[in-house]
């Protein structure tokens, strides 16, 4: 079955960069839309970044645009989030799903695969 393990989060002070990774294994990675969705203490799972599984397209959470870029490597089997400009409500464990062909790729509902998550926390 698919299995997904992230990477790469840590703490980082307010303004900084980090690069979380997701690598992908036990199917075709080429034929799923991936995702990273966050999630805060006493709150539900959001979606943050999507991309489909040609590729071609993305969407982003409004909260993040034009400050985090979600990306592929079909080589590899890994998607990644660079996270630039980071807040203090960026601060989350940030999960990475996987939709066979999926084409609504920031609803939750799509995603039946996840990985453990990686937490990211932003300090002030």
């Known amino acids: 079955q698919v299995q997904l393990v992230e990477s790469g989060g840590g703490l980082v002070q307010a303004g900084g960069s980090l690069r979380l990774s997701c690598a992908f294994s036990?199917?075709?990675?080429?034929?799923?839309?991936m995702a990273w969705f966050r999630q805060a203490p006493g709150m539900e799972r959001e979606f943050v970044a999507g991309?489909?599984?040609?590729?071609?397209?993305?969407h982003y959470a409004d909260s993040v645009k034009g400050r985090f870029t979600i990306s592929r490597d079909n080589a590899k089997n890994t998607v990644s989030l660079q996270m630039s400009s980071l807040k203090p409500e960026d601060t989350a464990v940030y999960y990475c799903?996987?939709?066979?062909?999926?084409?609504?790729?920031?609803?939750?509902?799509?995603?039946?695969?996840w990985g453990q998550g990686t937490q990211v926390t932003v300090s002030p």
């Open positions: 036990g199917d075709i990675f080429r034929m799923y839309s």
């Open positions: 991309i489909t599984y040609s590729g071609v397209s993305t």
């Open positions: 799903g996987a939709s066979l062909w999926g084409y609504d790729i920031s609803s939750f509902h799509e995603y039946k695969n």
